[in-house]
Structure formats: structure tokens, C-alpha cells
């Protein structure tokens, strides 16, 4: 509706109170709202855009299906699109995982990993195995399942009485330690954390562990050492426990490689993907998993899980579409090239602020944590409510980014910086003017020094 016809009040609820202008139309890593002023998207939204907006060779297959049939019941009838995207996405899954299943989100390609997982081991005479663990901090999604192995307290607190929360180990937030050990120690460290959790547990209740490869929102783009990757393989191996990568955020080449798992040769069961997999054009995610999972689950009377849109016509023409998008234009090459420089912009603002801890991530997942001394990593004064007052300072210069609270959800503040893989170096000079822009008012307003001014 025109800006004049905007209600004071809105029927709509979501996370907080606040109110943002009504948005026109979009184009690349633009958006517009209804009063002409642009803004550019540097995170992607919720790190969903990977191709951008408005692209025009999505809108046409869309269209096209649209055209066709917009809706055809998983139970009644196959689909072409949907068989179309499944061998498509089966081509750049590892070894042995090419049977798909599709949902409309992350928290629901999640859930089903885990319902899959469980059945598995009910169908093949393990069903003393339940146990999921996963890492703390870490996000997963919104269902009470993803909840369960959420590990950030506001999201996990309310609901704590309706689930059954389940075993935690620490990320490895190797950045944080002060001790004599390598980088690649300090991995292992962490890795054999995961081993004496699931003895604690007992190896025979333990289903899965699932992990981010590169952190999401939870931890700010949060990469381990190398050795970890390798070691977490080897001790689920080792005590038959499935390995679930949470490729939500990290999939759809936003690494630099289509699964940000192939950075180190991971091999998991089972892969859940979303956000860019759907690049924000229709509800999309899929689940893949390794065949023998699904062929024993399968013999075993079927799959007890289902969503009403799961395979819809609509929304797999958009996500083949974005698919193509990806590999016929070079955009996962664009996301490692683009992020390498990203990076080091970003990791050159530490000279001008001494209030930035840390720049970390793999490709355009990017982020940085404020911190109030970089000696010690103690966060700034949550007083500033700094991951939110830095967002607020770029969003009025026309600049996205994306924050949380770093550690755990309580303390701590870090910025995601994740443009759509379409951006160009020009573009990235117009984010980080944007960005020096907005960290000297945040800096000017919070009373923090700024180097050379």
C-alpha cells in the first residue's frame, strides 16, 4: 500500500514490537522502501539472498510453473520440478547421499534429520540410541525438536518444560582461550570433548551429533580448526554415532563451496539445507541423507514424517532455478573471491577500532565481535546494547547487517556481514563505506576510542 495509507497499528506479531517502513520492490542487493529510500542488503536478510533479489531468470520459471500447476500432493502425484531439484541437488551431496527430501525451511529440514535418525536406529535394532548431542552455543531452528538441541538460552529457556533438552558440548571458540596450545591443539581439545560426552552418556543411547561446519548467527561465523573437522569424524565413527551437518546457513555455495562441509572433506549421514537453497523466492529446504538410512527406514514400513508442502511444484521451480543460478554464473567462485577481500577489509577496521575482538569466517559468511578489550575478549558493557545500536546506526545510512548476542545469547555482540554472492568489488566498497560510517557514530555515541581521529 502507498506509505500515506500505512496503519499506525499492525495486526502482524513477530520476535519484537519494533516497526520497519514498508518495503517497494528490490533488485540485486538492493531493496527499496515505499518512500524511495535504498538499502543495501549486506546480510542477505537472515543469510537466505545468495543470488540476490528480483532475479529475473527465477521470476520466469516460477512463472512457468505457475502456469502449469502450483500445487500437487506428494501422495497423488510426482512432480517434475521436484525430481528435476532432487537429482540436481543428489549431484553435489557426498558419496552415497542422493536420496532427498524436501521441506519448506530449516527448522524443518532439521526435524526431519532427527526424525530420520531416530528411525533408522528404531528400524535396525538400536533403539536405545536418542541422544543428540550438539553444541553449545549453536542455533538450529524454531520447532521444539530443533529447540532441544539449540544451545542459546532465549530461545531454549521458555520452553525448557515441553522438551527434553539435550547434551551439550562447547564450540570451538578457540579465539577465546588463553593457553600455550597451537590453534590445531586447541581443535583437538575440543574434539575430544565430544568423545567424553558420549561415554558420559553411554555410546548405546547416543543417535547423532550435529554441527554447523562454519557457525551460523550463534557464534558469528565461527571456524574451527582444521584438526577438529577430522577428529569429530573419526569419534562418531568410531562409536556408530550419525553425523548431521546443519548446512542451513552454510550450504548454497555461501562458503565458497556449495557444502561449506567440503572445506574439510566431510562426510556426513545426513545434510539438512535451506535459506539459500531457496535464495528467499519460495518456503524451501531439503533434507539429504545417506541411502542406507533411508532404504532401511524405507523397508522398515516408511517414513512417519511428512509436511503438506513438502516436493511443492512452486517452490522446487525456485529452488532449480537458483540452483542454476549458482553454478551457470560462477557464483560460488564469486562467494570465496569476494569473501577473501570482504575479509580482509573487514580484518583491516581493527587498526581504526580497538573495540573489534575479532574477524572471522569462511567465504561471505562473515563476521566480527566487539569486545571492550582485546587482551582479555571481555564484551563490551551490555549496557550499550551495542548488537543493536550498531545495526540501528547502519540501517539509517541504508546498510544491513545482521547481529547477536555472541555468547550463548546473553553476552557478547557480533555482526554478520554476508552479502548476496551476486556482489561486485565496487559493492564491497560501498558496503565497508557504509560500515566505517556507521561504527564511527556507534563508537562516537558509546564513548569508544577510535584510532587516528
Known sequence: ?????????????????????LVDHSDGIYLWDVNGKRYLDASSGPMVSNIGHSNPRVL?????????????????????AAESLASLTASFMPEGLDRIFFTSGGSEAVESSLKLARQFAVVTGQATRWKVISLFPSYHGSTLGAVAITGMHQFVE???????????????????????????????????LL??????????????????????????????????????????QEFGVLLITDEVMTGAGRTGRFLAGEHWDLRPDIIALAKGFGAGYAPLGAMAADRRIVDAVMEGGGFAHGYTYAGNPLACSAGLAVLNELTQ?????????K??????????????????????????????????????????????????????????????????????????????????????????????QLLVESLDAFASTSGLPVSGS
Request: proline share 6%.
Open 1 to 21: 500500500m502507498p506509505a500515506a495509507e500505512k496503519s499506525s497499528a499492525s495486526h502482524l506479531f513477530y520476535q519484537a514490537g519494533s516497526r520497519r517502513p
Open 60 to 80: 520466469a520459471a516460477m512463472k512457468q510453473q505457475m502456469d502449469a500447476a502450483t500445487f500437487a500432493y506428494r501422495t497423488h502425484f510426482e512432480n517434475e
Open 158 to 192: 521458555p520452553f525448557r518444560d515441553m522438551i527434553r533438552v539435550m547434551p551439550k558440548v562447547p564450540a570451538a571458540t578457540c579465539y577465546l582461550d588463553h593457553d600455550s596450545l597451537t590453534h590445531e591443539e586447541r581443535g583437538l581439545r575440543y574434539a575430544e
Open 195 to 236: 568423545r567424553d560426552e558420549i561415554l558420559r552418556q553411554g555410546p548405546e543411547t547416543v543417535l547423532a551429533f550435529i554441527m554447523e561446519p562454519v557457525g551460523g548467527a550463534s557464534t558469528g561465523a565461527l571456524v574451527a580448526p582444521d584438526a577438529w573437522y577430522r577428529r569429530v569424524q573419526e569419534i562418531c
Open 329 to 337: 554464473n560462477g557464483l560460488i567462485e564469486n562467494a570465496a573471491d
Open 339 to 432: 569473501g577473501a577481500k570482504l575479509s580482509a577489509r573487514l580484518g583491516s577496521l581493527m587498526d581504526r577500532y580497538p573495540f573489534i575482538g575479532d574477524v572471522r569466517g569462511k567465504g561471505l559468511l562473515l563476521a566480527f565481535e566487539l569486545v571492550s578489550d582485546r587482551s582479555s575478549m571481555e564484551p563490551l558493557p551490555a549496557g550499550l546494547a551495542a548488537h543493536t545500536a550498531l545495526v540501528e546506526e547502519a540501517y539509517k545510512r541504508g546498510l544491513i547487517i545482521y547481529s547477536r548476542r555472541t555468547r550463548g545469547g546473553t553476552v557478547g555482540d557480533h555482526f554478520m556481514v554476508c552479502p548476496p554472492l551476486i556482489v561486485t568489488d565496487d559493492q564491497v566498497d560501498e558496503i565497508m
